[in-house]
């Protein structure tokens, strides 16, 4: 028995060594730099906005059955489920050695980050349950200039004319698509307005820490999530109404509550990747092309006639976002056909800097 033991023992310390061994090749292999290569090769931009763009569509059908079939009126609490379910399946991945590691950084935009994203969330809900969703989606539209504003004020980032040209298409005809009425109180008005500066500043850092600091989309949920978790711990009081506690927790409700989670899960795995890939202002264009196709949708399919006036504006708002879809493939094909100076120099340079193979001296 002795002998045994001893050799079990033996066996499972080799085991442990040998899966800490595979761990730590696993995260050399995968650093930050190189994870965010191997994300950005998997994760073309027509790959996450697909992506993104089919887990959104999915996620509005599965929330709305939550909120309504299931008489679950607790859309802040709904966002914390779907927050814990996140952080759960992201620990899980953690676990299994399958996020790489973080870059260095400071803590202030992860909590930066975290916080608006919470108050994104919430906020929205709000601004939902107390304007008409006429002003709502006036509120959405109006993100994509904020955020032609804030990345020129933090990055400099100027947008050519005909880019301005195609924004401004897409902006009207999904106003005239889906704004049938402007009914809202004033501290409604204020919700949306308070809202529209989160929306914005929280898809231009998904953007900017994954295209400028090698941040992964799973690596950066990792980190944001938890402060995410505590904010919106703190507005389920505030904001939605009280009962939770007496609610039907039965068997097909929670299932499907917690089913939303992973497709919460999924919308924002999604979003990240979506983000990394091209940019905040796409992004907020996919988001009215999600809401002209759903449009659309529901008329040639459910027989749901929006009238001529909001077919019209759906059209002209796709037209936009194709012309504004065709602006970005031209400026990538000449931005990756040419390379700058400053790039061409310091090519130069590392190319005079490497050693030689006998003596270790700069050729």
Known sequence: ??????????????????????????????????????????????????????????????????????????????????????????????????????????????????????LCTGLANVSLKYNSVGFYQMAKISVTPTIVLAEYLWYKKKVSFPEVVALAVVSIGAAVATVTDLQFNLFGACVALSWIIPSATSKILWSSLQQRENWTALALMWKTTPISLIC??????????????????????????????????????????????????????LGQFKTCVLLLGNYYIFGSYPGTTSICGA????????????????????????QSPRKVHDQETKDTNVPDAFNGQPI
């Open 1 to 118: 028995m002795r002998r045994v033991l001893k050799r079990k023992g033996s066996d499972a310390s080799e085991t442990g060594r040998a899966q800490e061994e595979l761990r730590a090749s696993m995260f050399s292999n995968f650093s930050p730099e190189k994870a965010k290569n191997l994300q950005q090769r998997l994760c073309i931009p027509s790959v996450a906005l697909t992506f993104n763009f089919v887990v959104a569509i999915g996620i509005i059908f599965m929330n709305k059955w939550v909120l309504k079939n299931a008489g679950f009126h607790f859309p802040v609490l709904l966002s914390f489920i779907h927050y814990v379910v996140t952080l759960a399946l992201i620990a899980i991945l953690n676990t299994l050695s399958l996020i790489p590691p973080s870059p260095p950084l400071k803590s202030t935009p992860l909590f930066t980050l975290g916080l608006v994203m919470s």
């Open 232 to 285: 919106l711990l703190i507005m389920i009081p505030i904001l939605d109404p009280p009962g939770a506690f007496s609610y039907s927790w039965n068997y097909i409700n929670t299932s499907m509550i917690l089913i939303s989670g992973v497709s919460g899960f999924l919308l924002q795995w999604s979003a990240a990747l979506a983000l990394g890939a091209t940019s905040a202002i796409s992004h907020v264009v």
């Open 315 to 338: 059209f002209v708002a796709i037209a936009g976002m194709s012309f504004y879809t065709y602006l970005n493939l031209q400026n990538g094909k000449l931005k990756s056909g040419k």
